[in-house]
């Protein structure tokens, strides 16, 4: 069995992400950037996968989603730019054997079974049972 990173920045769609890897049967190692203090190493994991994916989403959606939660504007900002800074790095420590896919959580919603369906054949996994997927950037970016 596969054993894929799914990263990227909180609230970027790593979860919907890892619940499509999870349901093809792959081992999931889920890791949204910026819970250094409460998870492994982000550059340790890569070199523990098989796989890796990152998930990028608009930075307004991402931003005002945060905001949403109670994080005041410059805290969403600084962080999501260090989430964007360690995701990165760590995507550039990816080793050559190790496949790095790289997605939009954007891609997904316009085209959700086709992205999904390629994203796991990338890695040579297939599932019947695709996600839900909705426009989770709607209410930030019709504003």
Do not use: Q
Not at 102 to 109: L, Q, R
Not at 119 to 130: S, Y
Request: hydrophobic share 45%; aromatic share 8%; net charge negative.
């Amino acid at each position: 069995m596969s054993t894929i990173l799914v990263t990227g920045p909180e609230g970027s769609g790593t979860g919907l992400v890892a619940d499509t890897f999870r349901r093809a049967g792959a081992d999931v190692v889920h890791r949204s950037a910026l819970y250094s203090d409460r998870y492994p190493d982000l550059p340790a994991l890569v070199h523990e996968a098989d796989g890796i994916v990152v998930v990028f989403r608009d930075h307004t959606a991402t931003l005002r989603s945060r905001w949403e939660r109670g994080e005041d504007e410059f805290t969403a900002v600084m962080n999501l730019l260090e989430a964007y800074r360690a995701v990165m790095a760590a995507a550039s420590e990816t080793p050559p054997n190790v496949s790095l896919l790289i997605v939009t959580y954007e891609a997904i919603v316009a085209r959700p079974a086709k992205t999904l369906t390629r994203m796991l054949a990338f890695f040579g996994l297939r599932c019947d049972d695709l996600p839900d997927v909705h426009d989770g950037n709607a209410k930030y970016l019709d504003e």
